[in-house]
């Protein structure tokens, strides 16, 4: 009881004091609350209007134009570059690493990185752009390190190192293509 006489009341009695103080000052000159405007519009309709598929949107909801002039496209093309790098690191490790089960999840975390980036960006940048957006993106996914790649997975799979089935799903559906026409020489982890 003592705590609450102490302390309590006199803590309620100087918060309301400092409210009643606060409330009876005059406003900063200049300076007027925020009102919600027609001209700008809120988050959450922008995020509505492009669910509903508006095209009725200003520039600035939509970002800064059309690619490469997407404000973030300098760190897309890092992350594509450094994705690339880690991914033939991993690719151009000895063969007998593959036969070990971390050797074969580094790989295949590789793999899922690797083509989980390119198959969303290729998606996205096709819903946001259209056409243009895809014959970008796509460009910018066939460099000749994303081709020595391609031929690099392929080359792991045909020695018999590389099983769709360890890795997702789709990553699996994105390499099949690549290894349609491929036949496994072997299976050298089986010995």
Known sequence: MDVIKTYIIPGFVILGLLLIWNMSQPGIPGVRPLEPSDSIPTFHAVQADLARGSKNLPQEALGDGVPPNNAN???????????????MKNLEMA?????????????????DYYFGQSGNQIESYSKRWGKEGRDYITAQWSTTDDRRIARLVSETYERGYLDLSTLSRTTAARIAPLVKDVRVQGQPCKG
Request: aromatic share 6%; with cysteine.
């Open 73 to 87: 496209e300098n760190i897309h093309q890092r992350s594509r570059e450094s994705t690339r790098k880690s991914t």
């Open 95 to 111: 063969w007998s690493t593959f036969c070990t089960d971390a050797g074969r999840q580094q790989l295949a975390r590789a793999l």
